[in-house]
């Protein structure tokens, strides 16, 4: 299952069989973004601000989880 985490309505996602650079994926119905993990940058889409900072939030404090979901869904 992709979905590493719901925090209200943003849903933070890592695919299995993607694309390098390692990211992951913050859904929120208003909009989506591609998140670099190695130093959580934004590598496309947008989101409203106060959900961008929630999600970031969240993936600073577990960078290493999302760390382990990406070599988990993509064999690296």
Not at 12 to 31: A, C, K, M, N, Q
Request: hydrophobic share 40%; no cysteine; charged share 25%.
């Amino acid at each position: 299952m992709p979905t590493i985490i719901e925090l209200g309505n943003i849903q933070i996602r890592v695919y299995p069989r993607d694309h390098l650079p390692p990211h992951f994926h913050i859904s929120t119905p208003d909009g989506e973004a591609m998140i670099l993990i190695a130093n959580l940058s934004v590598l496309k889409g947008r989101l409203r601000r106060s959900d961008l900072r929630a999600a970031l939030r969240w993936a600073q404090e577990n960078r290493s989880l999302i760390e382990d979901a990406w070599n988990n869904q993509n064999g690296r």
